[in-house]
């Protein structure tokens, strides 16, 4: 053992790649997507405004849309091919039509149909922006309903508002009550790149071993046994990765924490083996590392589109939710959700997460049965003529 840590020594530090995919590139990364969505909570999207009616009214409707801590309308338009034009160059989130007649309509009890047009597929600022838009339609709407009430003068002004709007709801996000989107998204995106790291990193020390040592030194009369000795000393290099942006989130920006990190640290440590297993069997299957490297990009790619966490798994197709079963991390994520936003007990984490880690063995059995395929072509090839 203490030459295969020696020897694994030697691999490190004489691969450049592997040991910036041990070291820099996972915390560059990490940090990098921290950075990128420090805010935290999105303010004041720019949005445009094409108002045809011009009236105190509609000027109104565009102040209440300014009011909303999510928008800020900051372009006027003229006329419609601008406010596209504006929007499609992105200098605008969305942008508003207030119809003509719009005053007319009002008077009338006939609503007039204001229009908002954005881009649904930005999910976040599509979300932000329609929820926006509800609350300043609703509260325009309230006093236009609690000023027809006063006008007929038998209301106060309390009992004219409890007239128009009957019904008071209140929404209370439940586990992310300030609607910080980078507690929402960071803290899936980073164990999302933790996977690939890993399966990549598994792919280039076993790339590093075979160059210097080949395939029959490496691997050795008992593959199974010099597989764990090899993965072991890198292993706790993974744990220590994934516990160090559990750190981060939970002690250094002080995010919500309502379970345990012990139950996490266990998910952790079994996806860290899941991840290494099938970096083994991406190299295996060809003993080319450019190849090995494609086919992990492949199964790993979709990894924080598949999670769960920014699209319902039951809304996906049944092709998604197979591969979704096939990617490691997505069955951690649940078991972290369950620990930092349900905090539910670490028995129940561990007891719901492990029977699905148990499918890791069937490609460590396919690993060990590729290894002695290219065993015996080895020896074929090399048996006298």
Known sequence: MADSKLSQWHVLSSDRWLLSSLTWIPILLALSIWWIFSQAIARDLPIGVLDLQQSTLSRQLIREFDATSALKVDHAFSDISAAKNAFIGNE???????????????????????SVFYNSQFILVGKLINSAALQAHGTFNAQLGALKQLAKGNSSALSAVAKTVAIRSQITPLFNK????????????????????IVVSTILFLTANHRISGLKKMVGEKPLKNLLAMGGFYLPIFVAQG?????????????????????????????????????????????????????????????????????????????????????????????????????????????????????????LLLVLLLIKKHLKKLDHNNAPI
């Open 92 to 114: 605008i989130y969305a942008y508003m039509v207030i119809p003509k007649n719009f005053d007319r309509d009002i008077h009338l009890a006939n609503p007039p149909q204001v």
């Open 178 to 197: 300030n609607s910080n989107y980078a507690q929402f998204l960071v803290s899936a995106i980073v164990p999302a790149l933790w996977q690939i790291a």
């Open 243 to 363: 516990f160090a942006f559990l750190i981060f989130f939970y002690a250094g920006l002080d995010w919500p924490m309502e379970g345990s990190l012990l139950p996490l640290l266990f998910a952790q440590l079994v996806t860290v083996i899941a991840c290494m297993i099938m970096g083994n069997f991406f190299f295996f299957l060809t003993l080319d590392p450019a190849r090995a490297i494609s086919f992990a990009a492949g199964f790993t790619a979709p990894s924080f589109a598949f999670m769960g966490v920014t699209f319902p798994v039951t809304d996906m197709n049944t092709l998604a939710q197979l591969w979704r079963g096939l990617l490691p991390i997505s069955h951690y994520i649940e078991a972290q959700i369950s620990q930092v936003s349900y905090g539910v007990s670490a028995w129940e984490t561990i007891s719901s997460f492990t029977p699905s880690m148990f499918g890791y063995l069937l490609p």
